[in-house]
């Protein structure tokens, strides 16, 4: 167990529809990251937070966005979803910028 | 930029025998390799990691790499298979930016197989 949480395990939606990823991050760590893992693409960084400023992006669409708030937990919004969003998103998160990063048990989006 | 190439998508062993899973990256300096292990329905696990120290780095559960910088490899050995280590394994390259931010740059994946 990494330290990390994610909610929903599990989360099947309708495309057009509009959905929330939830994550926690290890006691202490200030930095937090989004991955999405499909199988066409691969593991892919969308999204790094740090202590609750955006602090770098990778291929993360635009109907995609995220934050972390004051309590270091994160969430990220998908909207407008599409048959493509279907993937599993990973949550990470690190002590500091920089530092090995722990992964969390992801969530697994279904559109339909 | 940084990439790592996973030279075998699948990989099959008896239980008992050794492993090798072979990663090959690109980088312009040094970098940092790590090894995850991705376990059905589970998360992404640390295996090891190479950070410019000793060239061979041995991990958890009996895992070990050798970085070789002539050879731009950073391959993963077990001496013996065990069934629970059939997983999906990801070798990773770091790029760290000057904003302190660290990109991790993630291999195609190999599938571990193990039989008994």
């Known amino acids: 167990d990494s330290g990390v949480t994610q909610t929903p395990k599990h989360l099947i939606t309708a495309t057009g529809q509009r959905v929330t990823l939830r994550c926690s991050p290890r006691s202490g760590d200030l930095s937090v990251y989004w991955y999405q893992q499909s199988l066409d693409q691969g593991l892919q960084f969308l999204i790094q937070?740090?202590?609750?400023?955006?602090?770098a992006k990778g291929n993360i669409l635009e109907r995609f966005s995220a934050q972390q708030f004051p309590d270091l937990h994160s969430e990220l919004n998908l909207s407008s979803l599409e048959l493509g969003d279907s993937a599993l998103y990973f949550c990470?998160?690190?002590?500091?910028?920089?530092?090995?990063?722990?992964f969390g048990p992801g969530t697994r989006l279904t559109v339909l | 930029a940084q990439s790592v190439t996973q030279l075998d998508s699948h990989v099959s062993v008896s239980e008992g025998t050794p492993v090798l899973l072979r990663c090959n990256y690109s980088s312009s300096y040094s970098p940092s390799l790590f090894w995850y292990v991705q376990h059905p329905n589970k998360g992404l696990q640390l295996l090891l990691k190479?950070?410019?120290?000793?060239?061979l780095v041995k991990g958890i559960n009996g895992f070990e790499a050798e970085f070789k910088k002539s050879e731009t490899s950073f391959h993963l050995t077990k001496p013996s298979a065990h069934m629970s280590d059939a997983a999906e394994y990801f070798c990773v390259v770091s790029d760290t930016q000057r904003t302190g931010f660290q990109k991790l740059v993630f291999g195609t994946g190999t599938r571990l197989l193990v039989s008994p």
């Open positions: 190479y950070t410019s120290a000793a060239t």
């Open positions: 990470a998160s690190s002590v500091l910028a920089g530092y090995e990063q722990f």
């Open positions: 937070y740090y202590n609750g400023e955006e602090r």
